[in-house]
Nanobody, 128 residues
Framework: LVDLVESGGGSAQTGGSLRLSCEAS?????MGWFRQAPGEKREGVAV???????SYGDSVKGRFTISKDSAKNTLHLQMNSLKPDDTGMYYC?????????????????????????WGRGTQVTVSS
């Protein structure tokens, strides 16, 4: 398994920015972020594969950027132009596959993510 610890959540106003970080015990083939608001289903936000290819949910394209620092086993999510609809618990996740693996690392049309394990999450609250 992989230990994942998220940080960087907090409060922001509409139009503001936050940067989330995720410290992992190891980097895997596909890693990323999903979010969940109270009473809502899980929603894929962004994923990145071992080669740096990225995939985003439609609602965050052009506003959020996922990146990773493989040397530090750290994943980041830069969130700009925040909206109240971005409010929720954000989870860092992994597919648990070795970096030598291949295959798909993308968010599906129904916003599902190929992540099998995740951390405790960090809360993001955006006020209008």
């Amino acid at each position: 398994l992989v230990d994942l610890v998220e940080s960087g959540g907090g409060s922001a106003q509409t139009g503001g920015s936050l940067r989330l970080s995720c410290e992992a015990s190891r980097i895997t083939y596909c890693m990323g972020w999903f979010r969940q608001a109270p009473g809502e289903k899980r929603e894929g936000v962004a994923v990145i594969d071992k080669d740096g290819r990225t995939s985003y949910g439609d609602s965050v394209k052009g506003r959020f950027t996922i990146s990773k620092d493989s040397a530090k086993n750290t994943l980041h999510l830069q969130m700009n132009s925040l909206k109240p609809d971005d409010t929720g618990m954000y989870y860092c996740g992994t597919d648990l596959r070795s970096v030598d693996s291949g295959g798909l690392c993308a968010i599906t049309e129904d916003l599902q993510v190929p992540l099998a394990w995740w951390g405790r999450g960090t809360q993001v609250t955006v006020s209008s």
